[in-house]
């Protein structure tokens, strides 16, 4: 499948400042796109790239033609429930469930589905259900599986923890094990929500959910740190403002 350096652009430009050279990647390609709007492989190039950018309505259409010219495929169809998601904020919506379900049907075994129907399980409330599909998920994942450490941190979350009691030193050897191997779908889902607060600070759910997710990963400081820019962000709002603090007590983060 195609990748970024593909592209004489990407070529030219990669490590010299990141956002920039995606960002005129991204020109590049849709003027390819105009041309030749049926070109299934430039939607599978720029797609990933907007969602990188945090553009993600624009993501989920790119998504959406490299279905329509590429054909139907389990990591397509997860790829687009994944924006889909990472659109609402990293909510799993009945559309983006939709997109899970439809890549499951395609390949019981697609661990990006896998894990995102437990989340959508763990959102509607349904704890069990969602440890009974992310032990299944770990029952199948190879040893040195990257998401390894991020379903068992997410089995730990609903109750089914794969072990009886966490000693601190486990607790310390687990977060050292995810700050290396963390689901690259759910950091980069992460990392999109803070780039998307930066652009539009008045989402105040947007920010508590932000704060949640650093809370989750063992990230305190980067917590407290997103605490004190969502402040800032809304500072001129009063019940913003309170709406924010509540949220954050409630989170056990200081205000």
Not at 59 to 87: F, K, P, Q
Not at 94 to 106: N, P, Q, S
Not at 218 to 234: C, H, I
């Amino acid at each position: 499948s195609p990748k970024l350096q593909d592209f004489p652009l990407a070529q030219r430009q990669r490590g010299s400042g990141m956002a920039q050279s995606l960002e005129n990647l991204v020109v590049q390609v849709e003027q390819h796109l105009e041309k030749n709007p049926t070109d299934g492989r430039g939607w599978n190039v720029l797609a990933p790239v907007l969602e990188r950018l945090g553009r993600f309505d624009d993501a989920v259409r790119a998504y959406r033609n490299s279905l329509t010219y590429n054909g139907e495929s389990a990591e397509r169809r997860s790829d687009l429930g994944e924006a889909i998601s990472a659109a609402a904020g990293g909510v799993v919506t009945a559309e983006a469930k939709t997109e899970f379900e439809r890549a499951h049907a395609l390949n019981a075994d697609d661990p990006k589905a896998n894990y995102f129907l437990g989340l959508a399980a763990e959102q509607d409330g349904r704890k069990g259900d969602a440890a009974t599909m992310w032990r299944a998920l770990l029952a199948k994942a190879p040893a040195d599986a990257p998401w390894r450490a991020l379903v068992q941190s997410s089995l730990a979350r609903v109750g089914g923890g794969t072990m009886p009691a966490l000693s601190d030193e486990t607790i310390a050897a687990s977060k050292d094990i995810a700050e290396g191997d963390r689901n690259a779908m759910v950091r980069g889902m992460v990392d999109r929500l803070a780039t998307r607060l930066k652009q539009n600070g008045d989402d105040v759910e947007g920010w508590l959910r932000l704060v949640r997710a650093y809370l989750v990963m063992g990230e305190r400081d980067k917590a407290m740190g997103a605490s004190a820019d969502a402040r800032q962000a809304v500072a001129g709002d009063a019940e913003r403002l309170r709406q924010l603090n509540e949220g954050l007590r409630t989170l056990g983060v200081d205000g």
